[in-house]
C-alpha cells in the first residue's frame, strides 16, 4: 500500500468523521506515518476537500444505490480515486485504481469490488458525465461545479453578479501561495529575503502588506530562521489588520479576540516592543499560544488574560489609544486555507453572529480613549457581519466617525477574504456651545 495515499487517505477520514481541520488533521498524520512525498499528499487532501460536491455529484451517478448507501471509509476512498483520475495528470490510471483498491482492501475489505466498478466506470463515462442543468437551477449548478454549499452561494448572489461570483468562488479553490511576516526586531526584509533564498527557498516581497513575504520551497517551519523568530505565518490580509490599527511606539493597545494571536503579535512588532497590549480571549488554553509566540519572536509587552469579550472590564474604560475587534465570524474569506469551512450547514448559531459581533463591538468601544482609534475586522464575506454591524454601531455610537473600510477578496487581491473597518472616537466628548 502507498503511504502517501494511505497518509491522505486518513487524514481525509479525520475531517469526515471526526470534524477535525484540514491543517491540524493533516499536520498530525503526516507526523505519524511520514510519508515520503508530503506535497503530493497535500495535494490529494485539499483537492479532494475543496472539490467534495463535485466529487460526490459524480459518485451518486455511478453508484447503483446512490452516495447515501456508502460510508465514510468507501466514499473517502472513492473521492481520492476520482480526483486523482479526474484533476491529476501526472497520476497514471492504473496507479489511481489500484491504489484505491488497495486502500478498500485495508480499510474496507469487503467494498474493495465496489470501489474497483465505480474508477472503472468512472473512466468509461467521465467524458459523458455532465454538471446539473444551469437553467433549471443556477444554484445547484454553481453549487456544484465550485463545490460550496448552496446557502454560500444564495448568499454571495445577493451581493455579487454571477460573472464576478464565479471569479470569487474559482479563486477560493485555488491553493494560496505561503505568505510570512517579517520580525522587525530582529531582521528587515532584504536581510531576510537573501537569508531565505541562501536557504534554498524562493522568496520575493508580497504585494498587499509592507512586512510581507512569499515564499515556495518545503521545510520553512524547520528552518533556524523560523525557530529564531524572523519570521511568521500570516496571510497578507491578516496582516493588513495591524497596519490599518497603525499602532504607534508607547501606545495602550487592547485586542479583545487575541487568540490565537497572529495579529497581537504583528501589533507588538509595529511598536517596537514598546507600550503595552492587553491581549484578551475567553479560553485560558488558547492563551497560552500567544505567550508561546511571543517568547519565540522577542516580545516582552502582551499580557494576556482570559476575558468573556461581550462583556465590559470597567477597570479598562478609556484606557487605550488603540482597540482592536476581531471578531469570531463565519470565516467564509478563508476556505482556500480550509476547505470544509465550504461545506458547513448555515445554522441558528451562525444567524446569530451578528448580534454577537455588535455586542464585542460595543463593549469594546468603551476601551477607547477620545481621539483614539477602534478597528473591527473579520475573515469573511458577507455584509451582515462586516458592513452591517460596523454601520449598526456607528449609528448608535455617534462619538465614533467612519476612517475607512476595506474588503479584501480572493480573486481580486489576490489574498484571504477580510473585513476591516477603521472608526475614530472624536477627541472631546463634550460639545462646543
Known amino acids: 500500500m502507498d503511504i502517501n495515499r494511505k497518509t491522505a487517505y486518513l487524514a481525509l477520514l479525520d475531517v469526515e468523521s471526526k470534524k477535525a481541520y484540514s491543517n491540524l488533521a493533516l499536520n498530525h498524520q503526516i507526523a505519524v506515518t511520514r510519508p515520503s512525498s508530503q506535497g503530493f499528499v497535500r495535494e490529494i487532501v485539499y483537492g479532494v476537500l475543496e472539490n467534495k460536491l463535485t466529487l460526490d455529484y459524480y459518485i451518486d451517478l455511478l453508484v447503483k444505490d446512490g452516495i447515501k448507501s456508502l460510508k465514510y471509509q ?5 473521492r481520492m480515486g476520482i480526483y486523482q483520475l479526474g484533476y491529476m495528470n501526472s497520476v497514471p490510471e492504473y496507479a489511481a485504481v489500484n491504489e484505491s483498491v488497495s486502500l478498500a482492501k485495508r480499510y474496507c475489505r469487503y467494498k474493495a469490488g465496489l470501489v474497483n466498478g465505480v474508477l ?6 467521465k467524458i459523458q458525465l455532465r454538471l446539473p442543468d444551469r437553467n433549471e437551477d443556477e444554484v445547484r449548478y454553481l453549487s456544484v461545479k465550485y463545490s460550496y454549499a448552496p446557502w454560500i452561494i444564495e448568499l454571495w448572489l445577493e451581493t455579487y453578479e454571477v460573472e464576478f461570483l464565479e471569479e470569487l468562488l474559482a479563486a477560493g479553490n485555488v491553493t494560496p501561495p505561503t505568505t510570512i511576516r517579517l520580525n522587525w526586531l530582529k531582521v528587515m526584509k532584504d536581510d531576510l ?9 524562493a522568496a520575493e516581497e508580497g504585494k498587499v502588506s509592507q512586512n510581507a513575504v512569499h515564499v515556495k520551497g518545503s521545510g520553512l517551519l524547520d528552518t533556524e530562521l523560523y525557530k529564531m523568530g524572523m519570521f511568521t505565518p ?7 489588520v495591524a497596519e490599518k490599527l497603525d499602532p504607534k511606539h508607547g501606545d495602550v493597545v487592547i485586542d479583545v479576540c487575541a487568540a490565537p494571536g497572529g495579529k497581537t503579535t504583528a501589533i507588538a512588532e509595529r511598536m517596537n516592543n514598546t507600550g503595552t497590549i492587553i491581549a484578551s480571549d475567553i479560553y485560558r488554553r488558547k492563551l497560552d499560544l500567544i505567550d508561546r509566540e511571543a517568547r519565540r519572536l522577542g516580545i516582552t509587552n502582551i499580557k494576556t488574560r482570559s476575558w468573556d469579550a461581550t462583556r465590559v472590564d470597567s477597570s479598562l474604560l478609556q484606557k487605550a489609544d488603540r482597540v482592536l475587534v476581531d471578531a469570531p465570524c463565519s470565516g467564509l474569506g478563508v476556505v482556500r486555507r480550509k476547505p470544509e469551512i465550504k461545506y458547513k450547514e448555515r445554522t441558528s448559531e451562525m444567524d446569530l453572529l451578528p448580534k454577537k459581533q455588535l455586542a464585542i463591538l460595543s463593549a469594546s468601544a468603551g476601551y477607547v480613549k477620545p481621539g483614539g482609534t477602534l478597528v473591527y475586522s473579520t475573515c469573511t464575506i458577507n455584509r451582515e457581519e462586516n458592513e452591517e454591524v460596523t454601520g449598526a454601531f456607528l449609528k448608535k455610537n455617534p462619538t465614533f466617525k467612519l ?14 477574504g477580510f473585513y476591516i473597518c477603521v472608526m475614530k472616537k472624536e477627541d472631546s466628548l463634550i460639545e462646543n456651545v
Not at 468507501?74 to 472513492?78: G, R
Not at 472503472?120 to 463515462?125: A, G
Not at 529575503?193 to 541562501?198: F, G, V
Not at 500570516?234 to 493588513?240: R, T
Open 193 to 201: 529575503i537573501a537569508k531565505l533564498r541562501e536557504k534554498g527557498f
Open 120 to 125: 472503472r466506470e468512472y473512466l468509461n463515462k
Open 403 to 416: 476612517v475607512e473600510k476595506t474588503q479584501l477578496l480572493p480573486n481580486v487581491d489576490g489574498t484571504d
Open 234 to 240: 500570516q496571510d497578507e490580509s491578516s496582516m493588513l
Open 74 to 78: 468507501e466514499l473517502t476512498i472513492l
